[in-house]
């Protein structure tokens, strides 16, 4: 709800070339109403894997995605 996130999301994308959203809801869900911008960001979304690790990927779309290490890397994210 922050009114300064489009501003810092501008700013760091145009600085560093990359900026991405890290959703923190109680819902479960990436989806932001009211707040369109968000959606010209990548978004970051934690999956644990079956061995309980925990893992960070990078979406563009819910089938496109890249791990977030690769992505910090300059790795785009790719239709899986």
Request: hydrophobic letters at 30%; one cysteine or more; glycine letters at 10%.
């Given at each position: 709800?922050?009114?300064?996130?489009?501003?810092?999301?501008g700013?760091f994308?145009?600085?560093?070339?990359?900026s991405?959203i890290?959703?923190?809801?109680?819902?479960?869900?990436?989806?932001f109403?009211?707040?369109?911008?968000?959606?010209?960001y990548?978004?970051?979304?934690?999956?644990?894997?079956q061995?309980?690790k925990k893992?960070?990927?990078?979406?563009?779309a819910?089938?496109?995605?890249v791990e977030?290490s690769?992505?910090?890397?300059?790795?785009e994210?790719?239709?899986?």
């Amino acid at each position: 709800m922050s009114k300064w996130m489009p501003w810092e999301c501008g700013y760091f994308d145009g600085k560093k070339g990359r900026s991405a959203i890290l959703p923190v809801t109680t819902s479960g869900t990436n989806m932001f109403e009211g707040q369109e911008y968000l959606g010209l960001y990548p978004y970051i979304v934690e999956d644990v894997s079956q061995d309980g690790k925990k893992h960070l990927w990078v979406h563009r779309a819910p089938k496109i995605y890249v791990e977030f290490s690769a992505w910090l890397t300059g790795k785009e994210p790719t239709p899986h």
